[in-house]
């Protein structure tokens, strides 16, 4: 059985363990999206993974990217350079641009969403930001987990 691009997201981040005692973005988060974009990444960061104890395997994790955004297709994004947060397993290529489905969080970052734009819908005007998909802790921001990340795994390609 198929899984739709929010039980996609939803399986991908069942096996994120977060860096906040908050637990994943629920499904009612994922059910819309902010903005779809046409971006290339320009930097690409994994967040250290976390230690989910001695019998489980992480596969997937809380990545940060820098999108520079060429064209907005939907929504409201401004153009140049913003900060996206990613589910992934390893880089992804960078030479190619794509198109990129962004929904707001709570943290001023973007959750980038799996799926095709024709299975979700816009969000409503004042619907409520999501949560991110990895909250940094009191005292950090995005940035330092990013710097963390590099400083642990190398610069990424």
Not at 48 to 67: A, F
Request: some cysteine.
């Amino acid at each position: 059985m198929a899984l739709g691009p929010s039980a996609s997201a939803l399986a991908a981040l069942s096996m994120v363990a977060s860096t906040s005692s908050d637990s994943p973005p629920s499904g009612s988060d994922l059910k819309c999206f902010d903005a779809q974009v046409y971006a290339r990444i320009a930097r690409q960061t994994p967040t250290i993974i976390p230690d989910c104890g001695p019998d489980c395997i992480t596969v997937s994790w809380p990545w940060i990217l820098e999108l520079n955004v060429e064209r907005v297709l939907k929504g409201h994004v401004a153009t140049g350079s913003i900060t996206v947060l990613t589910v992934q397993h390893t880089w992804m290529r960078t030479d190619i641009p794509r198109r990129w489905l962004l929904r707001r969080n709570s943290i001023g970052a973007f959750n980038v969403l799996r799926g095709n734009a024709a299975h979700l819908t816009r969000c409503l005007r004042g619907t409520e930001p999501a949560r991110p998909y990895i909250h940094p802790p009191t005292g950090k921001t995005l940035a330092d987990l990013a710097r963390e990340g590099e400083a642990h795994y190398g610069k990424q390609p």
